[in-house]
């Protein structure tokens, strides 16, 4: 499967943005797509995922109040929706693909996922 992130871009503090992940190549319909953030100088880590076959979603609970994952089963399209923004938001958010539902436990590790986007730049700043 090949993903495309797109949606990024330079938004002010408390602004919102919604990403998109376009799944092509193989129907995603039993994939889990996930969202993953990689900040300058910092560490790659989960955002938020969903299973495409039974629609079960997963968020960081620290980001749980503002961003929200959703998909298109028609256009086989992830989406990452962010509001609130805050510059600790600053980050390339890349989309990644996985066959089956992985055990919770290994939703957030970058190791469970095996098709990766190029990513799309976030960037949160007055």
């Known amino acids: 499967v090949q993903l495309q992130a797109s949606g990024g871009g330079l938004v002010q503090p408390g602004g919102s943005l919604k990403l998109s992940c376009a799944a092509s190549?193989?129907?995603?319909?039993?994939?889990?797509i996930g969202w993953f953030r990689q900040a300058p100088g910092k560490e790659r880590e989960g955002v938020s995922c969903?299973?495409?076959?039974?629609?079960?979603?997963f968020t960081q609970y620290s980001l749980s109040d503002r961003f929200t994952i959703s998909k298109d089963n028609a256009k086989n399209t992830v989406y990452l929706q962010m509001h609130r923004l805050k510059p600790e938001d600053t980050a390339v958010y890349h989309c990644?693909?996985?066959?089956?539902?992985?055990?919770?436990?290994?939703?957030?590790?970058?190791?469970?996922?095996?098709?990766w986007g190029q990513g799309t730049q976030v960037t949160v700043s007055s």
């Open positions: 990644a693909a996985v066959p089956g539902s992985p055990i919770t436990s290994m939703l957030w590790s970058s190791e469970t996922y095996d098709s």
């Open positions: 190549g193989v129907t995603p319909n039993s994939m889990t």
């Open positions: 969903i299973s495409f076959s039974d629609g079960s979603t």
